[in-house]
């Protein structure tokens, strides 16, 4: 059975830092894997889908890495600024057809001002 | 584009009542799925579609049903509402074809339920 694990459960940095959160998973049979933001009390935003072929996925000050032999994906915020304090969710598929995703239980980041 | 709909957005329901929550996507994508999110746990597959007519089981589909007659629909239905149905429920779609999209996941704002 597929297990998401990410580490920190809570972190919390100064603005302007430079951080990493981790997620790691049991099977490496993967087909994609996905980060979501999750605001408090609303719905999961995607920032960033990487299929298994892919080593990395950037968008604007963030950038999702895949490591799928040793089970590992980093997302990395350049420059953090208070609004990207949310909960970040990990989440796999673990191939094409009808599995769904398994989610992390997700990291909770506050960028202190 | 509005993506995936979801509706009510709160509701209380007292134990034994029943509710259907409501999901509409607007993406022709046609994969849909429920999910609940309990307080430190991480969401939770209750049941998904991967088209029209088609509707199979996740991890905790006890005491909910579902049917997807469209490819838009995807309702959840609770029969007997019980304290344990207490969550936040997310609705989600999925695009499944080529490309950098492929599988990728949309979800709703949710629906917060509370039974007493």
């Known amino acids: 059975k597929q297990e998401v694990t990410q580490i920190p459960a809570a972190l919390s940095v100064p603005e302007g830092e430079n951080l990493v959160l981790n997620c790691s998973f049991t099977?490496?049979?993967?087909?994609?894997l996905q980060w979501f933001r999750q605001d408090p009390g609303k719905g999961l935003t995607s920032l960033l889908l990487i299929q298994s072929s892919q080593r990395e996925q950037t968008s604007g000050r963030l950038n999702a890495s895949l490591d799928k032999s040793s089970g590992r994906s980093t997302l990395y915020i350049a420059a953090s600024q208070p609004g990207d304090s949310a909960t970040y969710l990990c989440?796999?598929?673990?191939?094409?057809?009808?599995?769904?995703?398994?989610f992390g239980k997700g990291t909770r980041l506050s960028v202190i001002a | 584009n509005a993506g995936v709909t979801q509706t009510p957005k709160f509701r209380i329901l007292k134990i034994g009542q029943s509710m259907t929550l409501q999901c509409t996507q607007d993406?022709?994508?046609?994969?849909m799925y429920w999910y609940r999110q309990d307080p430190g746990m991480g969401l939770k597959l209750i049941y998904y579609s991967v088209g029209a007519g088609i509707t199979d089981k996740g991890e905790v589909p006890n005491g909910y049903n579902v049917s997807r007659s469209t490819t838009e629909d995807f309702p959840l239905r609770l029969e007997l509402a019980a304290p344990s149905q207490t969550s936040v429920y997310f609705c989600a779609s999925s695009y499944t074809g080529t490309g950098a999209g492929n599988y990728g996941y949309t979800f709703g704002s949710g629906t917060r339920l509370t039974v007493v």
């Open positions: 099977d490496s049979a993967i087909y994609n």
């Open positions: 993406m022709n994508h046609n994969y």
């Open positions: 989440a796999v598929k673990l191939n094409s057809g009808n599995t769904p995703l398994v």
